[in-house]
């Protein structure tokens, strides 16, 4: 009763409740459409909520690579008492550190720090520091010193296009999940009707053995048909439980929750989808396609980005760093204390230029051909993708029609084969066949029908398959895709 109560306030939270969806007891199941189907798998399926996790990592993550170019600011303090004694005279001594410091780094590489040092003993002695470091070689420039940056805002447009992939392959695999399930339900309502006719023969078979018209043993034949026919609607009801617990995966809910499915309008399902011209399906599938865009922002990022870094790092290191400082004056005079500061007579100036000349570094070699060989092979499977997602693009385009032919010969198929049932039932009813000719056509019929079932979901996925080939799929069912 509870895990009833809970999945129905699971189904009223997403804001598309049906009228059949509300049970009136707790003994009967919820049922649900295919698109409330769908719609429940956007909120409730792992992997949709494991890539929305995934994202908000990465937003910190780009959050903390933007806060490298903003003030940073450190705190140190320290308390220290000492007590010594020398020759039966003992002292004891107070001291107190406090250092504030900021820092801040530009999109250049300057790198400034302010410091303020405050040493508190016997006497009050304050200092104010200012150093600024400027790379003036290696780590000079935005491209190198916001990789990083870039990097991680890539990555955070990546992980955006994995909520959408997710959604996307999260709702096709409910559609075909939900077709496997529609499929079962068709070929168990084909069995039952095998059965019902393998019945009926046997009753018929019956009157006329006992009216003398036919040889007892023929009872044996359509009592095996109903054997036969009998076996095969217990298999197909097992294999219609399966789908449903492949249904229930595919949604994302617990096996054990009690839902029926409702039946599909397959006309209205197929008016859902419109089939491009094969041009715009090639176009469509390379603008849209999730891995090949991914490939692109990779390519286009951190690879050659990799490149200009292994670049940089061969370069030789000059570094300008300036450094000022006013107070910390000595003793307890005039010039000391707070007055250090703005006297202009406690002051130090210092400049620095330190140049570091890599020789030979073989290290440093070796990552800029890797960069360079990175770029190059990233070239080529992008160019192999390309054509491996156009080639899909193809085959998708391709199958619809030859998909849509294959229903219209099993739909000419079934018609035909009912037809030709009604005459051989007719023969056999005026003795003109017998048991055995009439199971076979009862089989045939059987086939028949089962290929039908099979040719409709065909299609349908084929109209599934190529929408999420082409990127379309979210568009379709009006699902929106919510980022962290």
């Known amino acids: 009763m509870l895990r009833i109560l809970f999945f129905t306030m699971l189904v009223c939270a997403t804001g598309f409740v049906h009228a059949d969806v509300l049970p009136l007891a707790a003994e009967k199941p919820l049922t649900l459409s295919l698109n409330e189907a769908i719609l429940l798998a956007v909120r409730e399926n792992p992997n949709v909520q494991q890539s929305q996790l995934n994202d908000v990592m990465q937003k910190f993550a780009l959050h903390v690579q933007e806060w490298q170019f903003?003030?940073?600011?450190?705190?140190?303090?320290?308390?220290?008492?000492a007590s010594s004694t020398r020759e039966k005279i003992s002292e004891t001594s107070h001291q107190t550190y406090v250092q504030p410091s900021t820092s801040l780094l530009t999109s250049v590489g300057t790198q400034f720090t302010v410091t303020s040092i405050n040493n508190i003993s016997n006497h009050y002695n304050p200092g104010l520091s200012l150093q600024v470091m400027q790379p003036l070689m290696r780590g000079f420039g935005r491209p190198i010193v916001e990789a990083a940056l870039y990097n991680a805002r890539d990555s955070e447009t990546i992980s955006h296009l994995n909520i959408?992939?997710?959604?996307?392959?999260?709702?096709?695999?409910?559609?075909?999940?939900y077709l496997d399930v529609?499929?079962?339900?068709?070929?168990?309502?084909?069995?039952?009707?095998?059965?019902?006719?393998?019945?009926?023969?046997?009753?018929?078979?019956?009157?006329?053995?006992?009216?003398?018209?036919?040889?007892?043993?023929?009872?044996?034949?359509?009592?095996?048909?109903?054997?036969?026919?009998?076996?095969a609607l217990e298999n197909d009801k097992n294999n219609l439980d399966q789908m449903r617990y492949a249904l229930l995966q595919a949604i994302g809910i617990d096996p054990s929750t009690p839902v029926t499915f409702t039946n599909l309008d397959v006309q209205s399902l197929t008016q859902k989808y419109h089939i491009p011209t094969l041009v715009d399906a090639e176009g469509m599938i390379l603008q849209h396609d999730i891995q090949y865009q991914t490939d692109q922002i990779t390519y286009e990022g951190a690879t050659k980005r990799a490149l200009v870094t292994a670049e940089d790092n061969?370069?030789?290191?000059?570094?300008?760093?300036?450094?000022?400082g006013v107070g910390q004056g000595a003793g307890g005079g005039p010039d000391a204390g707070l007055n250090s500061l703005f006297n202009n007579i406690n002051r130090t100036n210092s400049a620095e230029l330190t140049l570091e000349v890599p020789i030979d570094d073989q290290v440093a070699k070796e990552a800029v051909v890797n960069a360079k060989v990175a770029i190059r092979e990233a070239a080529l499977a992008l160019?192999?993708?390309?054509?491996?997602?156009?080639?899909?693009?193809?085959?998708?385009?391709?199958?619809?029609?030859?998909?849509?032919r294959?229903?219209?010969?099993?739909?000419?198929?079934?018609?035909?084969?009912?037809?030709?049932y009604e005459i051989s039932y007719k023969k056999y009813i005026y003795g003109l066949i017998d048991s055995t000719?009439?199971?076979?056509?009862?089989?045939?019929?059987?086939?028949?029908?089962q290929a039908l079932v099979s040719a409709r979901i065909n299609y349908l996925k084929a109209l599934v398959n190529l929408d999420l080939l082409i990127g379309t799929t979210l568009n379709t069912w009006k699902v929106a895709v919510r980022y962290s």
């Open 70 to 81: 903003q003030p940073h600011y450190a705190f140190t303090a320290s308390r220290t008492i």
């Open 164 to 177: 959408e992939g997710t959604l996307r392959t999260t709702v096709t695999s409910v559609i075909n999940a």
């Open 182 to 231: 529609i499929s079962a339900q068709h070929t168990v309502e084909n069995d039952q009707k095998s059965v019902e006719r393998a019945e009926k023969s046997v009753q018929q078979t019956a009157i006329f053995i006992k009216a003398g018209h036919k040889a007892g043993n023929e009872l044996v034949t359509v009592q095996a048909d109903v054997a036969n026919a009998e076996t």
């Open 314 to 324: 061969t370069r030789w290191q000059l570094n300008l760093t300036v450094k000022t």
């Open 383 to 404: 160019k192999q993708e390309k054509w491996m997602k156009q080639t899909n693009a193809i085959n998708g385009w391709n199958t619809i029609g030859s998909a849509e």
């Open 406 to 420: 294959a229903l219209n010969f099993a739909e000419n198929g079934a018609r035909l084969q009912h037809e030709t």
């Open 437 to 449: 000719a009439l199971q076979s056509v009862q089989v045939q019929l059987v086939a028949a029908d």
